[in-house]
């Protein structure tokens, strides 16, 4: 595959990223077939390690078509970290923009571009027990039905066992870093359709799909049938928590009356 549109910023980082990688991981990837010679494109990709975006970013830039990460624009105008995402043609993200289209203006400029644009639908890292894909936001499907680019699912595991969400590194005994793009999701029947809440959820949910069904055959086991959904996770803390605090003050006035009498 080409490797024109890599430049010589991006090229500088694989060259001080990708050899303590090589030194102290193994690697498993598969699928490069379907990652697009040429043209603009989108990925999806789960998260559930800080390393992760390193493992996949190493994986795609083997294969000539190097990923373009979304950031908070705020991040762009950090010092050096700033200086160096623009430099590699990383993309910011404009969430402040009241038009939600609007926010991500750059990314579908860059895939109209022919670049190939990642996402991490889920937002942050996964909350999961399991550590399988969360609930996605719809970004990612709003920009696909905007450009209406391939989108090609991608699926990783083995950065989470170095450095677990939230947790400790550990590199030794050697871990494998696998990871597994699928073939374009086939979205074709919603182009033309208005960009509803409704029809954004309905493909990211074909998104995540993708994503987990690719993530199954990495870990070799089944997902659970329902996806966490952080919102709604929250919402049952909430309530847990007020109806511990309503029982606790019930309590109190029980113990308040006893001792009156």
């Known amino acids: 595959m080409s490797r024109r549109r890599i430049g010589f910023w991006y090229r500088f980082a694989a060259v001080l990223v990708k050899p303590p990688f090589v030194v102290l991981f193994k690697r498993d990837w598969r699928g490069t077939e379907h990652v697009p010679a040429d043209g603009g494109f989108i990925t999806v990709v789960n998260h559930n390690s800080y390393l992760d975006p390193f493992s996949y970013a190493h994986f795609q830039y083997n294969t000539g078509r190097p990923p373009r990460f979304l950031a908070k624009a705020a991040v762009f105008r950090k010092g050096f970290v700033g200086y160096m995402l623009r430099r590699m043609g990383q993309i910011p993200v404009y969430r402040e ?15 109209e571009a022919g670049e190939c644009v990642a996402f991490y639908p889920e937002g942050t890292l996964t909350r999961d027990p399991g550590q399988w894909p969360m609930v996605g936001k719809t970004g990612a499907a709003r920009v696909a039905l905007l ?9 990783q595991w083995g950065a989470n066992e170095a450095l677990p969400p939230y947790g400790r ?10 990871v597994l793009a699928g073939p374009p999701v086939d979205l074709s029947a919603y182009y033309g359709k208005e960009p509803t809440p409704a029809v954004l ?10 994503v987990t069904a690719l993530l199954e055959e990495l870990r070799g086991e089944r997902a659970p049938a329902e996806r966490y959904d952080p919102v709604r996770a929250r919402a049952r803390e909430r309530r847990s928590g007020a109806q511990a605090g309503t029982a606790g003050a019930a309590g109190k006035a029980e113990a308040a009356d006893g001792g009156a009498a």
Do not use: Q
């Open 97 to 111: 923009s009241t038009d939600a289209a609007n926010a991500f203006r750059a990314a579908v400029a860059a895939i």
């Open 201 to 210: 959820k309905e493909v990211t949910t074909l998104l995540m799909d993708a």
């Open 147 to 155: 450009t209406r680019a391939p989108v090609v699912p991608v699926a």
């Open 169 to 178: 590194l550990s590199l030794f005994p050697r871990k494998t870093l696998r």
